[in-house]
């Protein structure tokens, strides 16, 4: 039933890009935004398009149809699941500076109720929390809700979607390019999806989260050191 999927990352603009894909007449998005087909823990290749049917009700049958589930990108075998759906499904990954990712991540669990820790103590404790998860898909799962630190390894994470995708089916674009080179950003997405790229979508701040209400000064240098190498190996993938 999917024509395409915004895969990730997490807390880098998905929200904001599923609202202009879904302006333009030739696109529809899930509603809710997020399905969470491919990561259910009762996952069931077999009903993934009856699984859908709730979220497409408003949808015709010419539009292209696009799921926007962060959280893909992050697992292996969900990127699997995607292939072995649709083996030509297209895939957007969204980009964002993986500190300012991690600390945003922190403040929306923490927010919901999910967090306790400061944020130091929750990325001192991150590998062992994730470690210790033995129910990675579970809705309230350590993988879930605290890996903050992890999900910024984008690299890791952008090697396996190659390695199943072909390139031309994978577009990568930041956060950056879609808040200061909004209608240059769409433009280029919507000639990669293959509808009219012509078609003007208002530029709005519908970023969920905002900037962070905090400098945490400390947390930000230690994740600077932990993303080094990360900003070099990026170069690889993000122009």
Same mark, same amino acid.
């Given at each position: 039933?999917?024509? /395409? ?27 809710? !935004?997020?399905?969470?087909? /491919? ?15 709730? $979220? ?13 589930? &962060? ?20 895939? @957007?990954?969204?980009? +964002? ?5 991690? @600390? ?11 967090? !306790? ?13 994730? !470690? ?18 992890? +999900? ?12 199943? %995708?072909?390139?031309?089916? =994978?577009?990568? =674009? ?15 997405? /919507?000639? $990669? ?5 012509? =078609? ?5 701040? #519908? ?6 209400? !905090?400098?945490? &000064? $400390?947390?930000? %240098? ?15 993938? #993000?122009?």
């Amino acid at each position: 039933m999917i024509d /395409f999927a915004i895969i990730g990352a997490q807390k880098s603009g998905t929200t904001a890009l599923a609202h202009f894909l879904d302006q333009h007449s030739a696109i529809v998005m899930t509603r809710p !935004k997020e399905a969470h087909i /491919f990561d259910a823990e009762d996952f069931d290749p077999e009903n993934v398009d009856r699984e859908y049917l709730p $979220f497409f009700e408003h949808a015709s049958e010419d539009q292209l149809k696009g799921d926007a589930t &962060p959280i893909y990108i992050f697992w292996q075998d969900v990127l699997k699941r995607l292939y072995n759906y649709k083996a030509g499904l297209k895939l @957007i990954v969204l980009l +964002r500076d993986p500190v300012d990712r991690a @600390i945003s991540h922190y403040e929306m669990e923490q927010g919901r109720g999910n967090e !306790k820790l400061p944020l130091w103590l929750a990325l001192l404790t991150e590998s062992n929390r994730l !470690k210790c998860d033995t129910k990675p898909k579970a809705e309230q799962s350590a993988t879930r809700n605290h890996s903050y630190r992890t +999900r910024g390894y984008y690299t890791r994470q952008l090697k396996e979607v190659r390695e199943i %995708f072909p390139s031309d089916q =994978v577009l990568i =674009v930041t956060m950056e390019n879609l808040l200061k080179k909004h209608d240059e950003t769409l433009a280029q997405v /919507f000639s $990669f999806l293959g509808v009219d790229p012509k =078609v003007s979508i208002q530029h709005e701040i #519908v970023f969920s989260g905002g900037e962070s209400r !905090k400098l945490y &000064p $400390f947390s930000r %240098f230690m994740l600077r050191l932990c993303y080094l190498l990360e900003y070099c190996r990026l170069q690889r993938y #993000v122009e």
